[in-house]
């Protein structure tokens, strides 16, 4: 593995796919893979797994660990603490990631859209029902003229409905097992990237299906059942006060979930819309990564500086430039005293030309120059430039995002460095035509001055806005489906309630016409 000889020790089970669900892991190394990784404290890259004792709680754990963590940092103090707990003793899982906020607002989104939709389902089928019962009247008449309980007339209805029920739901789990897959493609790929998708239909599908459809039986069959058998045999026929109080249900509910996909949809539009702070039209992105090679810092820095060379000797680059990290997905940060936190990256001085961040105040960067800064507006609010961090403050730029595009505008403090010697950069390059036209020049040019290396990723700035965009188009996608389905069971429940209602007043259609009454009169 990385051209390190390792010796499988084992084969764990089929099942178990890390500590870190649902990110799925395939092989588990021990820490010797990255041994250049252990001699800095402050990476923090590891997470560190657990067996409580019996007896033991989750909140005595984590006592017991921020005890020692205390201990730590006072044998090995840290010039440049930071302001977050590194000692975080939870369940595995994704509960502090900021990921997971995104799949609980999703979840819990799509499940009540998913919950309206079945409603009014619900509500179609009781809406048929109740019309099928009605023509059925006579039916029922006999039966109670004939001496049949009403409970009986109700568990044969009900068991009638049972039936239906049951069949929506092996029609509807045949459909969840040829959908699956599909489903779980419409999945962000920005955060999903590595993901195991539990969608097979095991026994606990099957049994939650079936809860449902004795559910449905509940709520759309016991209601005309209930109604069907109170008949009085002497009263005339009951005005279909109940379907056409379902159908009002029906579009209410319907109109509900496209306002809540429109909303989507407009959001997805609006963030397609957002000005990133950055000139994406002809800006390609390569990541690169040099972990694997062992590089030392004056290897690495000959490395880059031979990638900048030839990818700006290329016919239509206009210039390139080196960050450790670009714009969106970001987190990395820096304590100044005073100001507390605040977002971080080191870039070199062509990044803000090549990025087409046009400066606000003061001048650019120049090659060469030693301990300089630049701020973004944010950070100059908050403090007026001058020296942060013992670099001086040369240039003020406009808010580019972090993390995500909607985020809100966070101080920014970019560390200007003549040189890169990290293994882990990110190369920026303005093209003059279009971005992806470049894309196999850019990388085969890599690819010649180190033949073992090939870049993570090649991105133009539209497609690494894009990625970005995933979520809010998944949403704007599923819940414009599912606000459709609603509407189109809103308009067959209709439609049944009024071809119920024409065939009520067949007759006096009948005479109506036979009276002279024109067609168009008749409508």
């Not at 990110?23 to 588990?28: A, G, I």
């Amino acid at each position: 593995i990385d051209r390190q000889p390792f010796t499988i020790a084992g084969v764990a089970p089929a099942a178990f796919h890390g500590m870190m669900a649902p990110w799925s892991t395939d092989v588990w190394a021990t820490a010797a893979l990255h041994r250049d990784r252990l001699a800095d404290r402050r990476l923090g890259w590891l997470a560190a797994g657990a067996h409580l004792k019996t007896g033991v709680t989750l909140h005595q754990a984590a006592a017991a660990m921020r005890s020692l963590d205390a201990e730590l940092k006072r044998q090995h103090p840290d010039p440049q603490p930071s302001s977050l707990d590194p000692i975080i003793v939870e369940r595995p899982g994704l509960s502090t990631s900021p990921i997971w906020q995104v799949f609980l607002v999703m979840s819990a989104l799509l499940m009540a859209v998913v919950g309206i939709v079945y409603l009014i389902a619900c509500a179609n089928v009781a809406g048929l029902l109740i019309a099928r019962d009605a023509a059925r009247r006579r039916e029922i008449f006999i039966r109670l003229s004939l001496g049949v309980s009403r409970g009986r007339l109700v568990r044969q209805l009900l068991t009638e409905s049972l039936l239906l029920g049951l069949l929506g739901a092996a029609a509807g789990a045949a459909v969840a097992f040829i959908a699956g897959d599909a489903l779980a493609a419409l999945f962000p790929k920005s955060i999903s990237h590595g993901f195991q998708f539990q969608h097979a239909i095991d026994l606990r599908v099957l049994a939650w299906t079936l809860a449902l459809a004795v559910a449905s039986v509940l709520f759309a069959g016991l209601l005309p059942s209930l109604r069907a058998s109170d008949q009085n045999l002497a009263a005339p026929g009951r005005r279909p006060h109940l379907r056409q109080a379902l159908i009002v249900a029906q579009v209410a509910a319907s109109v509900l979930v496209l306002a809540t996909a429109g909303v989507f949809v407009r959001s997805f539009q609006k963030a397609l819309a957002l000005n990133p702070g950055f000139d994406a039209a002809h800006l390609l992105t390569v990541d690169l990564n040099l972990t694997d090679f062992h590089y030392s810092p004056p290897q690495t820095r000959d490395f880059y500086r031979k990638i900048k060379d030839a990818v700006a000797g290329l016919p239509g680059i206009e210039s390139v430039s080196l960050a450790d990290v670009l714009p969106l997905g970001n987190r990395r940060e820096v304590r100044i005293p005073q100001l507390g936190t605040v977002a971080t990256a080191t870039v070199d001085s062509d990044y803000f030309r090549t990025m087409g961040i046009a400066p606000l105040h003061g001048r650019a960067p120049q090659r060469g120059e030693p301990s300089l800064a630049v701020v973004n507006q944010a950070l100059a609010d908050r403090q007026p430039p001058g020296e942060l961090l013992r670099r001086q403050v040369v240039e003020v730029v406009p808010n580019t995002p972090s993390w995500s595009l909607t985020e809100s505008p966070r101080p920014f403090l970019y560390q200007i460095a003549t040189q890169f010697d990290q293994p882990i950069a990110a190369l920026a390059i303005r093209t003059r035509g279009p971005a992806a036209d470049f894309a196999s020049q850019v990388s085969q040019t890599i690819e010649r001055l180190n033949p073992d290396l090939s870049p993570i990723a090649v991105q133009t700035g539209a497609q690494r806005l894009r990625m970005w965009l995933e979520p809010q188009r998944a949403a704007a996608l599923l819940l414009g489906t599912l606000g459709l389905a609603a509407l189109a069971l809103a308009i067959t429940g209709l439609y049944a309630l009024l071809a119920q209602l024409l065939v009520q007043r067949t007759p006096e259609i009948a005479v109506r016409v036979a009276l002279g009454a024109s067609r168009r009169r008749v409508l």
